[in-house]
């Protein structure tokens, strides 16, 4: 399990997250770089960023994703659609101040 990870949205953190916590952010419209990654105040070279354009007045949903294999573990973000966050979302806790 993904005990806690940081979030960064064009490389800024705006969030520390714990497991079964979600967060919600505002943005502007246009593309935006979407970055998960276990620690650190900046994004790592080896992070797996993902490129999700915004639109105004739509929510966008991303979730973490945990590869595991023998030697690395890996973790990335990916975005999933509102009937498969919706489907989650009930059994996760809101965390409005996770910085």
């Not at 620690?39 to 949903?61: C, D, F, H, S, V």
């Not at 009937?83 to 996760?92: G, I, Y």
Request: glycine share 6%; aromatic share 8%.
């Amino acid at each position: 399990t993904i005990s806690k990870v940081n979030a960064f949205i064009d490389g800024e953190l705006v969030c520390k997250l714990i497991n079964y916590r979600y967060s919600r952010h505002e943005g502007e419209t246009g593309q935006r770089e979407f970055i998960i990654q276990r620690n650190g105040q900046a994004p790592k070279p080896e992070a797996r960023p993902i490129q999700i354009t915004l639109e105004a007045g739509k929510t966008y949903y991303v979730t973490t994703i945990l590869e595991a294999d023998v030697f690395k573990n890996q973790i990335y973000c990916q975005e999933v659609t509102e009937t498969s966050a919706l489907t989650v979302l009930p059994r996760l806790v809101a965390d409005k101040k996770c910085l």
